[in-house]
């Protein structure tokens, strides 16, 4: 995140976004492993599909919010 920017502008998050964010906390995940996380970490009650997850995270990526890695397996973005 760049360092002139202030956290609060990123509130509120969007149930996506903090799922996201509390998946990402554990450490670098692919988009379908996030998605596991997430209904495993709230028993099924929080669910994010294919467009709502990689929207937010293209979203969040363009805001900076989050960073891309890219790993050994070149078809997987981290």
Request: hydrophobic fraction near 35%; charge should be negative; aromatic fraction near 8%.
């Amino acid at each position: 995140m760049k360092d002139n920017v202030d956290p609060e502008s990123f509130l509120p998050l969007t149930p996506a976004k903090f799922h996201i964010l509390l998946a990402l906390a554990r450490g670098e995940q692919h988009g379908y492993a996030i998605m596991v996380d997430v209904e495993a970490r709230t028993g099924g009650s929080f669910t994010l599909g294919p467009g709502t997850l990689y929207g937010s995270i293209k979203r969040m990526l363009q805001s900076e919010l989050i960073e891309e890695i890219l790993g050994d397996d070149p078809r997987r973005k981290y």
